[in-house]
């Protein structure tokens, strides 16, 4: 499936994301309030400034307005018709059976990290930690829990709001740390932890590929409302994701 979706919400981001993009949009908010400005002026030469030319000008002004919405709505029609008929953007979620030989993990609750790490034992022989400076140290404690499987220095972030940093973070560790012989749907990346920005950027590494996602919720005190654990991880997926297999195939979570 083409990346048109994904390429879209990436360039999205950029925009909201970017601080640079304000500059633009106070120029551009001065120039049309000139340009304005100077077309009142012009009507204003050519009717009169009486009641009755005053009232010429706000109908030519609407006139205007209506034009310009118009084509601008036609130009979006016209896009979108150039997009693909039907775009399959679903989400697919049910109890998590399978277990991974990898995992990468955005750390921050202590109790919903060690629920997804152990949830995937004997199994799982590498997880990737995903951080924050706040969070480092929980990372150094979980890599502390689980030395077997957590070989590698956890990655930190500097700039948690930042989503296409940890899109890039996660694809990377796709494209260049799995070990030999290994397949992207060997390993599975966790996105319950860190920030929202940090689920998106995670999320938009595994659309349009067979990279697994999962999230791990929190369990809570039916009378307190306050977090008591985990439950075991979700499997999530989206529709435009491509299915895929690991490489020793589905291998159920032993009870």
């Known amino acids: ?13 950029k925009v909201v994301f970017n601080a640079e993009t304000i500059l633009p949009f106070f120029i551009g908010s001065v120039c049309l309030g000139i340009f304005g400005n100077a077309v009142y002026d012009l009507l204003q030469s050519w009717l009169g400034d009486d009641a009755t030319a005053l009232v010429r000008i706000a109908l030519i002004s609407l006139l205007i307005l209506v034009g310009a919405i118009a084509t601008v709505s036609w130009l979006i029609s016209r896009q979108i018709a150039l997009l693909p008929a039907h775009v399959p953007f679903e989400v697919e979620q049910k109890k998590l059976e399978q277990t991974y030989l990898g995992l990468i993990l955005l750390v921050s609750n202590p109790a919903a990290c060690e629920t997804a790490l152990r949830f995937h034992l004997p199994q799982l022989e590498r997880c990737w930690l995903v951080c924050s400076r706040d969070s480092l140290e929980k990372a150094l404690e979980l890599r502390r829990k689980f030395p077997d499987v957590c070989i590698d220095d956890p990655i930190v972030m500097n700039d948690v709001y930042d989503p296409l940093k940890f899109r890039d973070c996660v694809d990377g560790i796709y494209r260049t740390r ?78």
Do not use: F
């Not at 499936?1 to 981001?13: D, S, Y």
């Open 178 to 255: 799995l070990p030999e012989g290994w397949s992207e749907q060997d390993v599975i990346t966790d996105y319950t932890g860190m920030t929202a920005h940090a689920t998106v950027g995670a999320v938009l590494a595994c659309i349009n590929t067979a990279r697994p996602l999962q999230y791990t919720p929190a369990r809570t005190d039916d009378k307190t409302g306050k977090i008591i654990g985990s439950h075991e991880p979700i499997r999530v997926r989206l529709g435009m994701q491509v299915v895929g297999r690991s490489r020793q195939g589905d291998r159920q979570k032993v009870s």
């Open 1 to 13: 499936m083409r990346n048109t979706l994904t390429e879209a919400i990436t360039q999205a981001i």
